[in-house]
């Protein structure tokens, strides 16, 4: 199982909640992504792909994949080094 999670920007501003200077820092409009994809020899194919708000955590989104996708009990787990931080996550991933 291959994970990662990006941003899909459009052509909205997004204004963040914190201020830079006296006034909302705008960035342009995203979406964040994660995908969850399968391999199995010389095949690979998307089993799980989720779509959260601009800045969420890919952590979390992931965790909303597995509670929809039970991967086999053989599976290993190839991501960035953020989904090792995770306790929740990884407890997640022992219990499937």
Do not use: C
Request: hydrophobic share 40%.
């Amino acid at each position: 199982m291959i994970v990662d999670g990006t941003g899909f920007g459009y052509d909205e501003v997004y204004n963040q909640l914190w201020e830079r200077g006296k006034r909302l820092k705008e960035v342009k409009s995203h979406i964040k992504t994660e995908v969850l994809i399968a391999v199995k020899g010389d095949l690979s194919f998307p089993i799980g792909v989720v779509a959260g708000l601009p800045y969420s955590d890919e952590r979390r989104l992931l965790i909303q994949i597995l509670d929809e996708v039970k991967p086999a009990e053989d599976s290993l787990f190839l991501g960035d080094k953020i989904y090792g931080r995770d306790n929740k996550l990884a407890k997640k991933l022992l219990e499937e």
